[in-house]
């Protein structure tokens, strides 16, 4: 199992991104996936979860409203659409694999993308 994230990139305070990542060597289907963020100085923290069940998706709410997690199954690709993006989503950002139903966290995390940056800065 692979996971290769990409879309990240600097934007403007109020601007979107959409990063992308594609799964190779995993049923999407069957799995559950997320996305993950790491700033400095601070733990990795779940910013979006795809559950593997009945597709019911978790954000907390520092992004709720604003991040959309979505996957294409026959593509092996999984979606984060930020929207409203402010100073304070400067992070890295991981795709993840595993096999929670709602929530998850990065100790429920099987398999990790290597991440791609993303800058929110005027």
């Known amino acids: 199992v692979q996971l290769v994230e990409s879309g990240g990139g600097f934007v403007q305070p109020g601007g979107s991104v959409r990063l992308s990542c594609e799964a190779s060597g995993l049923n999407l289907a069957e799995s559950a996936q997320g996305w993950f963020r790491q700033a400095p100085g601070k733990e990795r923290e779940a910013v979006a979860c795809l559950g593997n069940r009945d597709g019911k998706a978790y954000y907390p709410w520092t992004v709720m409203g604003r991040f959309n997690i979505s996957k294409d199954n026959a593509k092996k690709m999984v979606y984060l659409q930020m929207d409203n993006l402010r100073p304070e989503d400067t992070a890295i950002y991981y795709c993840?694999?595993?096999?929670?139903?709602?929530?998850?966290?990065?100790?429920?995390?099987?398999?990790w993308g290597q991440g791609t940056q993303v800058t929110v800065g005027s």
């Open positions: 993840a694999a595993g096999a929670w139903s709602f929530f998850c966290t990065p100790g429920s995390v099987v398999r």
